[in-house]
């Protein structure tokens, strides 16, 4: 199997205002104590996968704080040649701009500890806007969703650091798509060549020399699943979902997300990973 050696995590545990977070979920109000222990259950399994945690801590200025993907991208270097698990740099981050702006200034501190952490950042500048949520890479390609967050010159700005990095991205449209926030809402990558996408996705030109594994209608939440080395963290309550995965021989590690889900999050957005 060929997946990307990660090594560390920076995450944020909510604070009490993360009940007034943004959302379109309709679910209801989050429990805040449940949420802590969900999180917590969350930072156990990144530690159990061998990742070292930088814990950050909770920012009430920011009631989406915790959805700390959405700060920053990541771009660690080339996976090469097929093989065993390979190791991975992060030789730099770009701090994004959040399209909600009720999210900018959450980047400040992540910047910082990024910096700290010995990472060179770039920076997405206005009137562009990114949301690390819409950022899907795989070991040759970025997919940058444009979305209600992301707007076409965030991307193409983003686009532009990724070639003068060598790498080649496309943009995947979903305005037209309800049902997702960001990209990585319908959308993960596993390693293996092999890409997760909800049923309205299939279709997309770019996936075209992936092998795409979908995922049904009714458990699409659980399209947000994270290759973390050689596990596989997937949102609990999803048996197909879940069974197809152990199916092609990984191994799950299903996680509660529904104080998460409430809010629109998923297991992607509570960490960056590297
Ligand atoms: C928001 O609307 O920005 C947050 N409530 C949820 C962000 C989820 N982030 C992600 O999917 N990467």
């Known amino acids: 199997m060929v997946y990307k050696k990660l090594g560390r995590a920076i995450v944020r545990s909510p604070g009490a205002s993360f009940v007034a977070g943004l959302t379109r979920a309709k679910l209801g109000l989050p429990d805040y104590h449940r949420a802590l222990r969900q999180h917590a259950a969350y930072c156990d399994a990144l530690e159990s996968c061998g990742l070292t945690l930088t814990r950050l801590e909770p920012d009430e200025r920011f009631p989406d704080s915790t959805f700390v993907e959405d700060t920053a991208i990541l771009i660690s270097s080339r996976v090469s040649g097929p093989g065993s698990p390979c190791a991975s740099a992060a030789p730099m981050a770009v701090m994004t701009r959040p399209g909600a702006p009720s999210r900018r200034g959450e980047g400040q501190s992540i910047a910082q500890t990024l910096t700290e952490l010995g990472l060179e950042t770039a920076a997405i500048s206005t009137p562009g806007t990114v949301d690390g949520g819409d950022i899907c890479e795989t070991e040759s390609h970025f997919f940058i969703g444009i979305s209600e967050r992301t707007n076409e010159l965030g991307a193409s700005q983003l686009a532009d650091l990724l070639k003068s990095l060598g790498y080649i991205s496309s943009f995947v449209d979903i305005r037209n798509l309800d049902a997702i926030l960001h990209l990585k809402s319908g959308l993960a990558y596993l390693g293996d060549n092999r890409l997760v996408v909800i049923e309205a996705l299939m279709t997309e030109a770019v996936f075209k020399g992936y092998e795409l594994l979908a995922v049904e209608n009714d458990e699409a939440y659980a399209a947000n699943c994270v290759r973390v080395n050689d596990r596989v963290l997937v949102?609990?309550?999803?048996?197909?979902?879940?069974?197809?995965?152990?199916?092609?021989?990984?191994?799950?590690?299903?996680?509660?997300?529904?104080?998460?889900?409430?809010?629109?999050?998923?297991?992607?957005?509570?960490?960056?990973?590297?």
């Open 235 to 274: 949102a609990a309550g999803f048996p197909r979902f879940e069974r197809k995965l152990t199916d092609l021989g990984y191994k799950t590690l299903a996680l509660e997300m529904n104080e998460f889900q409430k809010l629109d999050g998923g297991l992607s957005c509570l960490s960056l990973r590297f």
